[in-house]
């Protein structure tokens, strides 16, 4: 695929040799008893029978639609079993879902569809309130296909199609898209292939002991890497689990499916857990069946961590990683004080960490902060059609700069301590300070702009949008206003807006955003 950066020849060797890679594909991950459940979608229940036949008759919809191995196609889907199937389906069929979230409005699907040359966008008709064929009616894409009522475009529905003959994807094709956090502008797109996202999920459904009797809840987005292979829905149809979306992580709507399900794991993000930790402590709902919650995204506090167990009853997992690739986990037999002060050790015996200086690339010394570098079997090797970004995010061996600065404990686990790149963590939403200060210098009384993260109990942080204006400031909610009609996701806003006269300067002459964020504290 032109664009896509694969390993060297004698890392792929190496990969092979020692078991790191198989001939698996994506495809095929389905392997539960025929008619044991594998999906709960509000009322559907679908056997693993089902979901097996559908993702064939869908896959063969969109082979009569003219997609093909190695297409690309925009998928924005909510936590659905429409979302399972349509990435099962084209995953089959060798063609690569670029996976968005519910959230992304023009100003991202537009620029997604254009950098992967998408040949067909995925929608529901309205969802949150919002109707995605309004966005799609200003996209050029080939193909617009609907789940729900369709308009104009192409109804999901309509792809049911009986069973064609298909070429199997290799296992080193591109298998799938995610999306970058980003700290420069707009997402950048990571490609997995079949054989290394394989692995993620495999491996990832060992570490954390999922088996035929998970009944995996999935509350955040199933399209995040995190809910969707860590080992999320796809490690839990890899062993033959059961697999429940729920719409959020609302304790309103999560606690009742997991007494209902009887739910044994779960991912959040640090924002809900601590949501779940207030509420149980007043919920009627028998939480009992929760064995293992997983907390990643962002970095969950000693305090809370330690008062999992105690509330929730269940094994808390902290994690680390990113959709490019490493993954860390504490594992179930873990002391308690690793669980409660570390995010993890990585996943993979062929994880290689470097933790170095920011600035001058050497090495720290062993427990000291400093950023942290890594390559191995499930890392990628270069973004998407990134050359230039490629050459400041990778060493000249291969290793990937994270940005994450954190300390390396001599087990090997890792402590994160912040970030070096600009972008804040909003609750597990990664947000770039540089593509929020491109939308508010569009507006016309915005002069200059800074935008820093700033601490929060709930989110770990939120942010905070320094602005030099021209005449009247502009209120909070005239930019949320200005922002949406750009077309920018809601999760990006500004949650706060400080007026100022001039930025404080580094010795550089750079805006220094460190002092901006010692005002804030």
Known sequence: MDGFTSWPNDLVARYIAEGYWSDRLLGDVLRGDPGRIALVAGDERLTYADLDRRADRTAAGFHRLGIRRGDRVVLQLPNTASFVVVFLALVRLGAAPVLALPAHRHSEIGYLCELSQARAYVIPDRHGGFDYRELARSL?????????????????????????????????????????????????????????????????????????????????????????????????FAVGGTVVLAPSGSPDEAFPLIERERATACAVVPPIALLWLDAATWSDEDLSSLELLQVGGAKLAAEPAAQVPKVLGCVLQQVFGMAEGLLNYTRLDDPPELVETTQGRPLCPADEIRVVDPDTGEPVPEGETGELLTRGPYTLRGYYRAPEHNARSFTPDGFYRTGDLVRRLPSGHLVVEGRHK??????????????????????????????????????????????????????????????????????????????????????????SKKELAARLA
């Open 140 to 236: 050029d894409v080939e193909h617009v296909v609907v789940d729900g009522d369709a308009a104009e475009f192409t109804a999901l529905a309509s792809l049911d199609a009986e069973p064609v003959p298909l070429d199997r994807p290799d296992p080193a094709d591109v298998g799938l898209f995610l999306l970058s956090g980003g700290t420069t502008g707009l997402p950048k797109l990571i490609p997995r292939t079949h054989r290394d996202y394989v692995y993620n999920l495999e491996a990832s459904a060992e570490v954390c002991g999922f088996t035929a009797d998970t009944v995996y809840l999935v509350v955040l987005p199933v399209a995040h890497n995190f809910a969707l292979a860590c080992p999320g829905i796809l490690g839990a």
């Open 422 to 511: 600009d972008q804040i963590n909003r609750g597990g939403d990664k947000v770039s300070a540089e593509e929020l200060e491109g939308h508010l210098l569009a507006h016309p009384a915005v002069h200059d702009a800074a935008v820093v993260g700033m601490p929060d109990p709930m989110m770990g942080e939120r942010t905070c949008a320094f602005l030099i204006t021209r005449g009247t400031p502009p209120t909070l909610r005239e930019l949320k206003d200005f922002l949406r009609e750009r077309g920018l996701a809601d999760y990006k806003w500004p949650d706060r807006v400080e007026t100022v006269d001039t930025f404080p300067r580094t010795p550089v002459g750079k805006i």
